[in-house]
């Protein structure tokens, strides 16, 4: 079976980049939801407390027990059920769901600005404030979520510009229903790095931490590096001689007038490498598939007996025509993680 390796190095580059621009280690959030971006939960948790990261976030209540003894506070996303626990914030992304959270649960506003997926809308602001009062939730932050902090538009800047509304109305609104200061957060990765001088509670960073971020050229940030590979070992060789075609369909043939060798290696779409990879993708080495990627098996023109996958996947994701958090968190969970 194919294997990961984590390099602890760049993580703790990417994080000091991040912290440099959040001012403060407090202020970053990781996000950990789906697996650690198919990174691995624990192992990015204990990454994380070792570097002294004190807040995450999460999905799922389950995901957030999971870690809840490396981190001091954890924000739930998206979760309809509770889990009793001091550290563990739940998200209200929608105005009719404050009355199912228990009495005293801790709770973080979503207020829509602009993306239009989940959160109450910014007039809903004062009912959504008076029903959590009356439910007897305990509301410790307002945030909010970009839709476009990645691309190079004034799409941040008016969005900003509406959080900005809601964080005034937010604080007067907190003072006449007697709830305690407020904190406030708005950025992913991307938003964080629009930001010259920033300035909120905190930043929930994902993709950067893990090295794969990417922004128009004119956004470019220097010096983030990717955090996971993927490695695969040779089961098998063979010669393969002009016409002979590879694997599945035949997609893939020898042309060459000289004998050539493909090696199949022990990695395929069964371990969450992406199908849309095909012939053509080629290995950071330079080395080139042959073929279609098959459940656990996928060939290359090779004889070695170990290959490097990808080790950016942004580069695999480009083959593929999508983004690298769909290329990363497809990575599945039984895959074996080592940290380097
Ligand atoms: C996933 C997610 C993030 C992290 O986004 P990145 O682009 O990976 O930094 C932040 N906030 C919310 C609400 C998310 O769902």
Same mark, same amino acid.
């Given at each position: 079976?194919?294997?990961?390796?984590?390099?602890?190095?760049?993580?703790?580059?990417?994080?000091?980049?991040?912290?440099?621009?959040?001012?403060?280690?407090?202020?970053?959030?990781?996000?950990?939801?789906?697996?650690?971006?198919?990174?691995?939960?624990?192992?990015?948790?204990?990454?994380?407390?070792?570097?002294?990261?004190?807040?995450?976030?999460?999905?799922?209540?389950?995901?957030?027990?999971?870690?809840?003894?490396?981190?001091?506070?954890?924000?739930?996303?998206?979760?309809?059920?509770?889990?009793?626990?001091?550290?563990?914030?739940?998200?209200?992304?929608?105005?009719?769901?404050?009355?199912?959270?228990?009495?005293?649960?801790?709770?973080?506003?979503?207020?829509?600005?602009?993306?239009?997926?989940?959160?109450?809308?910014?007039?809903?602001?004062?009912?959504?404030?008076?029903?959590?009062?009356?439910?007897?939730?305990?509301?410790?932050?307002?945030?909010?979520?970009?839709?476009?902090?990645?691309?190079?538009?004034?799409?941040?800047?008016?969005?900003?510009?509406?959080?900005?509304?809601?964080?005034?109305?937010? /604080?007067?609104? @907190?003072?006449?229903?007697?709830?305690?200061?407020?904190?406030?957060?708005? =950025?992913?990765? &991307?938003? +964080?790095? $629009?930001?010259?001088?920033?300035?909120?509670?905190?930043?929930?960073?994902?993709?950067?931490?893990?090295?794969?971020?990417?922004?128009?050229?004119?956004?470019?940030?220097?010096?983030?590096?990717?955090?996971?590979?993927?490695?695969?070992?040779?089961?098998?060789?063979?010669?393969?001689?002009?016409?002979?075609?590879?694997?599945?369909?035949?997609?893939?043939?020898?042309?060459?007038?000289?004998?050539?060798?493909?090696?199949?290696?022990?990695?395929?779409?069964?371990?969450?490498?992406?199908?849309?990879?095909?012939?053509?993708?080629?290995?950071?080495?330079?080395?080139?598939?042959?073929?279609?990627?098959?459940?656990?098996?996928?060939?290359?023109?090779?004889?070695?007996?170990?290959?490097?996958?990808?080790?950016?996947? /942004?580069?695999? @994701?480009?083959?593929?025509?999508?983004?690298?958090?769909?290329?990363?968190? =497809?990575?599945? &969970?039984? +895959?074996? $993680?080592?940290?380097?």
């Amino acid at each position: 079976m194919a294997y990961i390796t984590l390099n602890k190095n760049n993580f703790f580059n990417n994080l000091d980049i991040i912290a440099n621009r959040t001012k403060s280690v407090d202020k970053i959030a990781l996000v950990l939801k789906d697996n650690a971006y198919g990174h691995g939960l624990l192992e990015m948790a204990t990454l994380a407390k070792e570097y002294g990261v004190k807040k995450a976030v999460v999905r799922t209540c389950k995901e957030a027990q999971k870690v809840e003894s490396f981190f001091e506070y954890i924000l739930v996303l998206a979760d309809n059920t509770t889990c009793e626990n001091e550290k563990i914030r739940y998200t209200i992304n929608d105005i009719k769901s404050i009355k199912e959270f228990p009495k005293g649960t801790k709770v973080e506003l979503k207020v829509d600005t602009g993306m239009h997926r989940n959160g109450i809308a910014m007039d809903e602001l004062e009912a959504a404030f008076l029903k959590i009062k009356e439910a007897e939730l305990l509301l410790e932050a307002v945030f909010t979520h970009h839709r476009s902090a990645d691309e190079f538009t004034s799409e941040w800047f008016w969005q900003r510009e509406n959080f900005k509304k809601v964080k005034e109305k937010s /604080r007067v609104l @907190a003072k006449e229903f007697g709830f305690s200061e407020l904190r406030f957060h708005s =950025s992913n990765s &991307a938003a +964080l790095f $629009r930001w010259t001088n920033f300035d909120e509670d905190m930043a929930r960073v994902g993709i950067a931490a893990y090295g794969c971020m990417k922004l128009p050229n004119a956004l470019h940030v220097e010096k983030f590096k990717p955090v996971l590979s993927l490695w695969a070992n040779r089961i098998s060789s063979r010669e393969v001689k002009q016409g002979h075609r590879v694997g599945y369909g035949g997609d893939f043939e020898a042309k060459e007038e000289c004998v050539c060798v493909i090696s199949n290696y022990n990695f395929g779409y069964g371990d969450g490498f992406l199908r849309a990879c095909a012939n053509g993708y080629k290995t950071p080495h330079g080395i080139e598939l042959s073929g279609r990627i098959s459940m656990d098996n996928s060939s290359f023109v090779s004889d070695k007996d170990e290959i490097l996958v990808f080790n950016d996947a /942004r580069e695999a @994701a480009s083959y593929a025509k999508t983004i690298s958090y769909e290329v990363l968190t =497809s990575l599945k &969970a039984d +895959l074996n $993680r080592e940290i380097v």
